[in-house]
Each structure stands twice: as C-alpha cells, then as structure tokens.
C-alpha cells in the first residue's frame, strides 16, 4: 500500500516501501497496523504528540543543535574554580580516541567470546584501579561515588551484621542525599561531628557514638571541602576495635602522592573516577568505584558486577568472565545483593586508558603539580585583605575560602567574577549554614600561573 | 567483490590478536603521556608540593601501573576494541531486551563539542542556557510521548529509575501514614530491578507468573494485592514480547487496594506513538535512553533513565527540575515532597543530549515509524524464526507480538543434543550476538531477539540464515556447533575458578598471586 510522499528516514532501512512491502507481503497483512491488533482500542493512543517534526537533513539538525549548545560557555572560554566532585583536568587525546571506538561505544552485553575485548579493557579497569587504591578486588564501575559510597555502605552493614553507620557529617551533603535513600531502609545513619578548626572527624564524638550497633564509620580522604583527614589510623582503630568495617571515600587523582585508604585501615574503598580521563560533561560523566581485599566475605557482598580472568581450552590462551554471577540480582532477582543495571562502563574505559597512559611517574607528576598550583592558589588568596583559609589543615585540590570579614558575600563575588571571565569557586552557604560566605576553591594541573593570577587580581579588584 | 554465498553465511573470523593484559607490557621507564610542570615560579613560591603533605599520608611506594610508551598503549586498547563486536558493526538483534540500534554518528559529534563536553554543573546558570533548554525540551517530548505530567533525567539507568520510582512511592505512602505498605509486586518477565531495586528500598517483592496464555496471571494479582501492597512495577510488552490486554485492569486493581502503578517502559521501542502509559493508568513510568532513544550503550553504561510522573506525584520527583520563567531556563531545587538526590549533578548529560537529537531528527512522524517498522521486523524475524524446525514461540499470547519474541529451544534440543548456548556461540563465528533470557529461565532453553527499526530486509535475512545455517549444521554435524567457537577470540572459557574463592582472580595483582606459579607466559 503505496503513500504519496512516505516518510522515509535514514534511520529506519525498511522505512522505504520496497523493503516493507516484501515483509507485509510474506507476513500476508494489508497494513502494518494489523501487528498491533493485540492491543485493544481504548488503549490505542490515536493522536497526534506534540513534537516537532522531523528534522531528517543532518545539516539542518547540526545546524539546530549547535545554535542551542552556543548559547553555553564553556570552562576553557572562562577560567573555572569549580570543583565539588566534578573538575577540570587534562583528558589525554588517546582517551578520546579510545572511547571513540564504534566498537567500545557500541558493545553492550555480548559473550566473553565475541565481547572479549570488554571483558578484557574492564577486567584492566579493575586492575589498574586495584593498584592506585592497593586492593585486590575492585568492581566495574557503578553510577557515581554517591552510588558506590552507598553499596559500600550497605556492604559494611552486611558484612559486620549490624545496622549502624557512622558518617561524618562535613560529607558532601548530596552525596549523603544519595546514601540515606538508598540506605536508610536498611541502616541507622548517624553523623558523627567534626573539629571546627581542622574540618577532621571530632574523635572524642566518633568514641562516644560507637556502640554495639556500630557496623562501621564512612569519611572521605581527601574529604569534599578539600582538607587531608590525617586521623585515618586512628578511626580504623576505633572501628576496628569492635569488628566494624572503615568505609573511606576518595579521588583518585590523588592517589600518585597521597597514601590510598588502604594504607590507613580502610576495608573498603569508594569514590569516582570521572577526574581519570573523562571530560566533565555538566557533571554527566561520573563513575564510581568499590574496591576490598580478596576474601570470601567481602567478593560475596558486592552488589555490582566482577570481571575474573580464566583458562581457556587452548594453553595459554585467556579468558574472562562474571565471579560469583550469583550473587547478582541478575542471578537471583530480588534474592541477590543490592541491584545491578547498566552504569558507566565507557567511563572506566576511559580510566583504564588514563592510568595505563599515566603510569605510576605520571600520576606522581599529577599530584606534585596539582599540590603546586593549588598551594599558590592559596598562599595568593590569603594575601588579600580580609580573606582567609576556613581550615587549619593540608588540602590537596579544593580548600575553602572565608570571605566573611571582606564584608562581600560569595553571591556578590561571584557574580563579579564572572563579569570578568572568572567561574569563582562554589558557594557553599546553602549546603553548610556553618559555612556562610564561604566559597570551594578548585585548583587542578588545568590551572596555569596566569590563571591564577587572574584570579587573585580580579578578587583584589572586587574586595577593595 | 562478490561474496560467495554458497553456504549463506559469512566466511567470519573475528580479529584475534592474542593480547596481553596490559601491565604484561610494562617495560620501567616507559612514559605513555608527560604531565606538565608547575610554573617556575610556582615552584620557588611553593616548593615541591609533596613536602607540604602530612608525611604519613605521602605514598611512599608509587602505584604498581604498568609503564608503557604511548603507541603501545593506543595498539593495545585498539587491539581489545577489534575483539568487541559492537552494535555498528554487525546485525545486532539478538541482544533482546537490549533494543541494540543505529546510535547516529551526528550525535557524538554533539557530544564531543566543548560546549557540550567542558562544561560544569555548577556554572552560572546564565552561561547554561543551551543545556538546561535540552534537559527542559526533553521534559516536554516525554509528556507527549507518555502522558504523564512531568520528567526528570536525574536516572543513571533503566535501574537507577526503578530505584526513584521505590524511593518516590515509598515517600507517597509515609507521607499519607500509610507505611505499612511493604509489599511491591512485579511480573517474572519484568526486568530483574524491577524486583531487586525496590527491595533495596526495604519492599518485599511479589512475583507474578504467566498464565497459560502468557500474559501475568490477572487472578495471581488478585490474590497478591491487599491492604499492604504498596504499587505494581511492571513491563508492557514483557520480555516475550507479549502485550497484556489487560494491563488497564492491572492498574485498576493496584488503586483499588490504594496502591500506585509504576511502568517500566525498557520495552517502549515498538509502542511510540501507539500506547501511552497515562491510558494504561500508570502514575509514573520511565524510559532507557541508551535502549529506545538511540544513545550507545558503551559496552555497559553511560545510560539515562526518562522518569516521568502524574501530577500528583510531581512533588516527589528528585530535584533539581528544569522550569522556564521570563526567558530563562534554571534549575528549580524547590519541591515541596522530594526525594532529594539520586546521584550527583542534574543527570548523564551526553546520554540526554544524544537522545534530544534522536528525538529531533526523526520528529513526531518519526517516532511512529520507529515504533511500526521495529513491530514488523520482528514479526518477520518470529515467522521465519519459527518456520525452522524445532523452535518455538511459547505461549499463544497474541495474534502478534509487538518488538521481540522469547524462543524456546527445547524441542530442537531433544532433537539434536545441541543446546542454546552451543547456538550462541557458534552464531560468534559468523559475527552475531545472540542471547538467552532474564533469570530464571521460564521459558526453557530460551532466546530473545529484538530487531528494532534499524536494520534493512536483506540484513534480517542474513541473520535468519545464520540461524538456518547452525540449526541444519546441529543436525549433520553437532560438534562443530558443541565446541564452538571456532572462529572467535578466544576457545572456550574454562569457568571453574568464577565461583572458587581460592581461584577467582578480579585483578591482574590477584591473578599473579594465586595462579602466578602456573602461569608462564613468553615475554
């Protein structure tokens, strides 16, 4: 049945009648709409959807979408000081290439047999990761560090068999959005307090809330407003103590110069790895991770898929494939741990092309250069009149500013920055009333000299 | 050149490189990228950085990565992508429930854009607008495309959106002192989250089965619902490919007893423009970017989840929302019942961008024809799929089924010994993917495949000959299909150690420590 100007599209072969009239022919129909004689009329929607129409010439849809995308400004037009979990940092051009491959991009849930090659670059994701975070296991990669802080942590209640977790409560407060969600059902969160002056968990209040419900504590190192939290060892030893399970948070483009979790108790390790070669996409690039030691009762409690290497037929030839597939709500439906869907495998792709790029030199590198340009940062902040560091503490990219005696709100100083090219660091008022005018600095190797002095010059100008 | 198609099918053999695991590669002193350094000034202000660090928190020992030169590395990773067959390169159908399609060029070069890919969340929302106004028209389409009142793209995933749907629900009921509602109920053929995610949120699942028909069994519902049900979380068409005619009377069942309805609509590839779920009577629904609307899977994920709501529940979506006032587009944190956040940022903004241009290139026209052409191709597929002897489509269901059908391979498994999964991986010798079912298997020895819209007639046909070809092979010479593959990357996989803690090995580092004797590898 022929229609004068059929809607034909590149996108659909058999849009174009030669194709469908030998299928609606061998199928022995008059019109396609017969396939759906299943569904009964008062649920056939017959209208018309208010959606514009086809935009089938790619040149007129590139033209149309980059007009919107324009209208954006980008973090290499202005100078950007924002971090708060997504920053700027150097995406190499071969992880580009890499995640560019039609084959990467375009794979999904093959066997290890034809997929091998998925099997194999996520089975290096994890061992990559594994030897940044010293652990042994480490899972593919799950949503974001809220996801795997929030797995993590419904692991540690599994795997001590209590309830209660202790948090510290300068935690990102999205991040702890995310964690109550998804654990409170199971788990008794509760904040534990931190050192006005440092930003470090307040020990004295982690001792007293400590009890036989206790199934382990969760901080981030380095924490979200940017200070170290040096009193790792002892928090271990604490949780430790009544055979609870330390949860640390962290980012991994520390790690090169910044001793891992697992060198200061950590049971398990989380955090994101959107700094490892992803671009930030308006915070659309996330990942995270988990990562634990090598025993029975850790691998059986991850929710989140496991890559393991194997034998094959053939001597000398390997394999890959899911550990432990049964503990996965893929295996067991609502019987299995958590659940597991489709997360951010390209990510870690990227990650692993990242840190086989970097090596242990480059990331060491990294680290040094971002201390270096974060210290100036700092050290040229602090020179101006009324401006001060919030914490008495080391940070390594992300610091807290006070502009509380420059009498000028973040608001205010923000908005002057801007007009000078300049996204000034997050202002942190709304999330922590204990931090009003206060603003979260990022410093990453993206930042040159004169960037930064752009920034203190600026803010000179503003604060006179 | 002339293929010769004697034997109908591909004279296929995937790239096989025998490749290293990368840190077998690594040779000291190799640099695959330099990092800058500090500024020369910098350096004299500051010092060498590292000094500044509590020296028990300096990493003494650098990380064990390998250290390799940079060809070396791109060789590799290009190496392990010729062993991944993705959708672009082959006719990948037979991922059911997948709804592997044509994910458009044009759209990465969108992605790849630094006004798409350099920006941050927390921007001035003025140097935003063009990619809150997606986010904002995406909300738009959505309402038209379900029904429902209003859409957040919050969702990392299909998942991730069942995960809110049990957040938002659970919040619904508390909120109206109705906590004791702890029972979910689910179909087996709905997607395993449907199950699994609202029991992290603390619900106890009931599982609805088939009838003898192959719809959810409506009498099994009856009984299952009470005064503790709290909501229904159900696929249409299921992963048969089955639509229930009486899914309005599902719903309708749910209310009655006060529960709300939450479709999952990982199907809704062969429903655009047909079936809404506002007719159907949901409160809520959700659709997977990286399936229906045309952004890559990427071997497992970034995906999106479209989580659309009623009116009613419009408070309790996650914030932020996108809204328009006066000109400008911005990010509303003010919702009155909300769940707060589900993941960090506003949502996977390149999966939400390429499907925005999904969406716009093939118009309201479009959608309509995805949806018709993806229900005949796969009415194709199942007539000739069932034409070969011994496989099967279960249950009488329908006249049709609509963008997939689950086969049975148990009646040419009798017949010949060779099993489902020797099919699969003998289809890997000629280039395809072909896959199995959702666990548990209900129906036994199973295949599910989904054509969509995007492949041509004469790419159909040379699927179905792959699968003539194996079935007519199992029957003359089952142990070429038995021990298959033959012409894929690797043999078959000796899976023993997956569920041995003394064996498994997730790491490289692992690997080494407990198979490290055994394994000899020429350098």
């Given at each position: ?73 980008t ?21 580009d ?19 091998h ?72 969160i ?6 006005q ?7 004295a ?17 380095p ?66 991770f ?38 996965t709500s ?13 997360a ?103 930042h ?5 002095d ?11 | ?33 330099i ?44 190496r ?109 053929f709905?997607?395993?989250s ?102 890559p ?55 939400i ?20 052409i ?150």
């Amino acid at each position: 049945m022929k229609q004068k100007n059929k809607f034909v599209h590149p996108y659909i072969p058999n849009s174009a009648s030669f194709n469908s009239e030998q299928i609606i022919q061998a199928l022995g129909l008059k019109d396609i709409d017969e396939l759906y004689g299943d569904i009964p009329e008062r649920l056939r929607f017959r209208g018309k959807m208010n959606i514009p129409p086809a935009m089938a010439s790619e040149q007129d849809l590139r033209k149309h979408l980059v007009s919107i995308l324009n209208k954006n400004t980008t973090c290499e037009e202005y100078i950007s000081f924002l971090g708060a979990g997504c920053a700027h940092h150097y995406v190499p051009a071969i992880c580009d290439e890499i995640t560019g491959r039609a084959e990467f991009l375009t794979a999904y849930a093959g066997e290890p047999y034809e997929d091998h090659g998925r099997f194999q670059v996520l089975f290096e994701f994890e061992s990559l990761m594994a030897e940044l975070l010293d652990v042994d296991v480490v899972s593919v990669p799950t949503y974001d560090w809220g996801q795997a802080a929030s797995s993590s942590i419904r692991m540690a209640g599994r795997i001590a068999g209590k309830d209660e977790m202790l948090i510290a409560d300068n935690t990102s407060p999205d991040r702890l959005k995310v964690i109550k969600n998804y654990c409170e059902p199971v788990m008794k969160i509760t904040l534990v307090k931190h050192d006005q002056k440092t930003g470090m968990l307040d020990l004295a209040d982690l001792k007293s809330k400590i009890s036989s419900i206790t199934a382990g504590v969760y901080f981030e190192n380095p924490a979200y407003l940017g200070f170290l939290e040096e009193q790792g060892d002892k928090i271990a030893n604490l949780i430790h103590q009544v055979n609870g399970v330390v949860v640390v948070g962290t980012d991994p483009v520390s790690l090169g110069v910044v001793a891992p979790p697992s060198h200061y108790g950590a049971d398990i390790t989380c955090g994101d790895i959107q700094a490892l070669g992803n671009h930030m996409y308006f915070g659309g690039s996330m990942g995270g991770f988990i990562g634990t030691r090598d025993e029975e009762k850790y691998v059986m409690e991850y929710a989140w898929r496991l890559f393991g290497i194997a034998k094959t037929s053939v001597e000398g030839e390997w394999g890959f494939g899911d550990v432990a597939y049964n503990r996965t709500s893929f295996s067991v439906r609502e019987k299995g741990k958590e659940f597991v869907g489709t997360a951010a495998a390209l990510y870690g792709i990227s990650a692993a092309v990242y840190l086989s790029l970097m090596g242990p030199k480059g990331m060491k590198e990294l680290g040094q250069l971002i201390l270096q340009n974060a210290l100036y940062a700092q050290k040229g902040i602090t020179s101006l009149p009324g401006v001060r560091l919030r914490f008495r503490s080391t940070n390594f990219k992300e610091f807290v500013v006070d502009f509380s005696s420059t009498g000028k709100s973040v608001a205010h100083i923000n908005k002057a920055l801007l007009a000078k090219g300049v996204f000034g660091g997050m202002d942190l008022s709304q999330e922590f009333p204990l931090l009003k005018n206060c603003a979260l600095y990022c410093v990453t190797e993206m930042h040159s000299k004169p960037d930064i002095d752009t920034l203190i010059s600026a803010l000179h100008e503003i604060l006179k | 050149m002339n293929i010769q198609r004697v034997n109908r099918v591909r004279n296929f053999h995937q790239a096989k490189w025998d490749e290293e695991v990368i840190f077998q590669l690594h040779s000291p002193g190799e640099r695959g990228i330099i990092v800058s350094e500090a500024d020369q000034e910098i350096q004299q202000e500051v010092g060498n950085g590292i000094s500044s660090l509590p020296s028990h928190l300096i990493r003494k020992e650098g990380p064990a990565l390998p250290e390799v030169g940079q060809m070396r590395v791109l060789k590799h990773f290009l190496r392990l992508s010729q062993h991944t067959l993705g959708a672009d390169l082959n006719i990948d159908i037979g991922q059911g429930t997948c709804t592997v399609k044509y994910n458009p060029k044009i759209n990465e070069v969108f992605v790849r854009n630094p006004k798409a890919s350099k920006l941050h969340p927390y921007q001035d929302q003025g140097t935003i607008q063009g990619a809150l106004q997606i986010m904002y028209d995406m909300d738009l389409y959505f309402r038209e495309i379900s029904g429902m009142d209003r859409f957040t793209f919050q969702p990392s995933s299909g998942s991730h959106a069942i995960l809110i749907m049990a957040s938002i629900m659970h919040k619904y009921h508390t909120v109206r002192g109705e906590s004791h509602r702890d029972e979910l109920i689910t179909t087996i053929f709905s997607h395993p989250s449907d199950a699994a995610a609202a029991a992290v949120k603390g619900y106890k699942v009931i599982t609805i089965f088939p009838d003898k028909n192959g719809f959810p069994d409506i009498e099994a519902l009856q009984k299952a619902v009470s005064s503790r049900t709290a909501g229904l979380f159900i696929t249409n068409p299921e992963d048969t490919g089955i639509f229930n005619p009486f899914i309005d009377e599902f719903t309708r069942i749910i209310h009655e007893a006060g529960g709300l309805c939450g479709y999952d609509q990982a199907n809704a590839n062969g429903i655009l423009g047909v079936t809404r779920a506002k007719e159907a009577g949901f409160d809520m629904c959700f659709f997977n970017l990286h399936k229906t609307f045309g952004s890559p899977h990427g071997c497992g994920g970034p995906a999106g989840g479209a989580l659309g709501v009623t009116k009613a529940l419009e408070s309790y979506l996650p914030v932020p929302l996108v809204d328009y006032k006066e000109g400008k587009y911005f990010l509303n944190w003010d919702n009155e019942h909300t769940i707060g956040k589900t993941r960090s940022f506003f949502g996977p903004f390149p999966v939400i961008l390429r499907s925005y241009a999904w969406i716009r290139s093939l118009g309201e026209e479009g959608l309509k024809e995805v949806a018709r052409i993806a229900v005949l191709n796969n009415n194709y597929i199942l007539k000739n799929l069932t034409a070969i002897e011994g496989v099967e489509s279960p249950f009488p269901g329908g006249k049709h089924r609509i963008e997939q059908v689950r086969y049975t391979w148990e009646k040419f498994y009798h017949q010949t010994g060779v099993d489902i999964h020797n099919v699969i991986f003998r289809m890997c010798d000629f280039g395809f993917h072909l896959w199995t079912s959702h666990h548990p298997y209900i129906v036994p020895k199973p295949c599910t495949i989904e054509p969509t819209e995007s492949y041509s007639k004469s790419e159909l046909d040379e699927y179905l000959d792959a699968l003539r070809y194996i079935a007519e092979e199992a029957r003359k010479e089952p142990e070429t299909v038995k021990n298959a593959p033959h012409r894929s990357v690797v043999h078959k996989i000796d899976e023993s150690w997956f569920d041995d803690p003394k064996q498994w090995a997730i790491t490289w580092r692992s690997f080494l420590k407990k198979h490290g004797d055994e394994f000899k590898r020429k350098a």
